[in-house]
């Protein structure tokens, strides 16, 4: 599995010969060229995961492409005119020929009621989970965890401890586009110190960066 990283929480997945893109949000623009798509999968409504410009942009590139999400999303899709599906909770289901699986949450606490929307996890090929904006638990074998590591809502020591519990065989950080680069030196670090303690492979990885998880 080939990851390439676009700022915040867009990633461009190549798995067994697919090529699957996440929430395309504000923070990036690279995610508007690329081509070829099979999937978009889309975790949450926030403008930094998804920004509807890029969405139309990307969508009129790759018109083949079918978009994943939950019901809350789709309310602002369906105002877009972009045909989406929702997959059934926690069930592996096959799409444009690679498994995807959706765990329903929420979006973590900001302060109290502020941001908390409906937020779905993915699970993609059996091998990479993505939260989005929730510490969601998928209780199977992880091998690679794209790990939300900074923002209002994300606190060092609850994402790590979360990290912990998935116990992915590799994590890498997503969610970190807030911090300037002595930021990331300094979180990704953290990250990669406390979690090589635990036995997980914290991998430190930049926007525009393309690393290849096998």
Same mark, same amino acid.
Request: aromatic share 8%; proline share 6%; hydrophobic share 40%.
């Given at each position: 599995?080939?990851? %390439?990283?676009?700022?915040?929480?867009?990633?461009?997945?190549?798995?067994?010969?697919?090529?699957?893109?996440?929430?395309?949000?504000?923070?990036?623009? =690279?995610?508007?060229?690329?081509?070829?798509?099979?999937?978009?999968?889309?975790?949450?409504?926030?403008?930094?995961?998804?920004?509807?410009?890029?969405?139309?942009?990307?969508?009129?590139?790759?018109?083949?492409?079918?978009?994943?999400?939950?019901?809350?999303?789709?309310?602002?899709?369906?105002?877009?005119?972009?045909?989406?599906?929702?997959?059934?909770?926690?069930?592996?289901?096959?799409?444009?020929?690679?498994?995807?699986?959706?765990?329903?949450?929420?979006?973590?606490?900001?302060?109290?009621?502020?941001?908390?929307?409906?937020?779905?996890?993915?699970?993609?090929?059996?091998?990479?989970?993505?939260?989005?904006? =929730?510490?969601?638990?998928?209780?199977?074998?992880?091998?690679?965890? =794209?790990?939300?590591?900074?923002?209002?809502?994300?606190?060092?020591?609850?994402?790590?401890?979360?990290?912990?519990?998935?116990?992915?065989?590799?994590?890498?950080?997503?969610?970190?586009?807030?911090?300037?680069?002595?930021?990331?030196?300094? %979180?990704?670090?953290?990250?990669?110190?406390?979690? =090589?303690?635990?036995?997980?492979?914290?991998?430190?990885?930049?926007?525009?960066?393309?690393?290849?998880?096998?």
């Amino acid at each position: 599995m080939q990851i %390439t990283k676009f700022g915040q929480c867009c990633l461009l997945i190549e798995v067994s010969g697919k090529r699957i893109l996440t929430d395309p949000g504000r923070f990036s623009v =690279a995610q508007n060229e690329v081509r070829d798509l099979d999937i978009i999968l889309i975790t949450h409504e926030h403008a930094d995961h998804l920004h509807s410009e890029s969405l139309t942009e990307i969508i009129k590139n790759n018109p083949q492409a079918k978009v994943i999400t939950n019901e809350s999303v789709g309310k602002i899709l369906t105002e877009l005119g972009v045909v989406y599906e929702v997959l059934p909770d926690t069930t592996p289901t096959e799409c444009c020929g690679v498994m995807v699986e959706a765990f329903p949450g929420k979006h973590v606490e900001i302060f109290e009621e502020v941001g908390q929307v409906q937020n779905i996890g993915f699970f993609v090929a059996e091998q990479l989970f993505y939260p989005g904006d =929730a510490y969601i638990q998928p209780h199977k074998l992880v091998p690679v965890l =794209a790990l939300p590591v900074a923002g209002p809502w994300c606190k060092a020591a609850d994402a790590i401890k979360y990290a912990i519990a998935v116990n992915p065989q590799k994590a890498f950080p997503v969610h970190d586009a807030v911090l300037n680069e002595e930021g990331l030196k300094l %979180t990704h670090g953290i990250f990669k110190t406390q979690l =090589a303690a635990k036995g997980i492979d914290f991998v430190p990885m930049q926007s525009n960066e393309v690393i290849d998880f096998n």
